[in-house]
């Protein structure tokens, strides 16, 4: 349960944001600023502000109807506008709200904000997504010190959530991503993305892409600077995520901003 009587350890300050009744599941996410223009851009795309929780209309796809755009965005319109870093979690039953938060403002006070040198529109699968133009290793290593760090937080994954992962269906580095991390793509398999549908079926690609092409022109092609680490909440089994607070990363000189 967030209250600010206990989500408040000396010398914490917490933003004027909505006090939640209760949490299920945290999230530790990359997600621009509320105000960012690609924050916007995609919370128009997706339906669905994560910082506010507003909703706006289905957009326009030439070549798509507005009910498949709609169930295309269903789940990344649940999730929010994000690039997973520490999937979604239950906490630890021997941790507390609180310590997870002064966890994470103090992870952030020895982290320094970094760019990702090129942000392109890709696929993975069939999803289309915003991903990195290639591997950048400070970005893996940022996503993995994420992971390790607060894997002491996590609550171990129930029979029902193993199952829900389909772990059958997953080779042998993934699935044991699965039961020692509780998600498959972390450390040497994880991919930094942005989710932006589901996936999408062949005969719709080429209409999806030129769309997403046109609306993230902006975006893409240039660097993204990673400023920030993210705690998103789920307060209840399928309801959708929105976001508690951003965690500023620190200040970095020009000389060492950018992803090697």
Known sequence: MLSSARLTPPGFLIPPVPVLVS???????????ENHPLSKAASAWLGRDAFGNSTSATPAVAGISEDDVHALTADPRRYGF???????FALADSKSEAELLAA??????????FDIPRLVLGQLGRFFAL????VYPELQQFAGSVVETFEPFRA?????????????SLDEAHRDNLLRWGYPYVFDQFRFHMTLTAQVPPEQSPAMKAEL?????????????????????EPERGADFTVYR????QPASDQRKTAP
């Open 23 to 33: 949490v299920l599941r945290y999230a530790l996410y990359f997600a621009p600023s």
């Open 246 to 249: 951003r965690f500023a990363l």
């Open 104 to 113: 994470i403002e103090a992870f952030a006070a020895e982290t320094t904000v």
């Open 131 to 134: 991903v990195p133009a290639t």
């Open 82 to 88: 994000h690039a997973t870093l520490k999937a979604p």
């Open 213 to 233: 092409e046109n609306r993230l022109a902006a975006f893409t092609d240039r660097p993204l600077t990673i400023d920030a680490l993210a705690l998103f909440v």
């Open 156 to 168: 171990p994954l129930s029979e029902a959530d193993i199952a829900r992962r389909k772990p059958d």
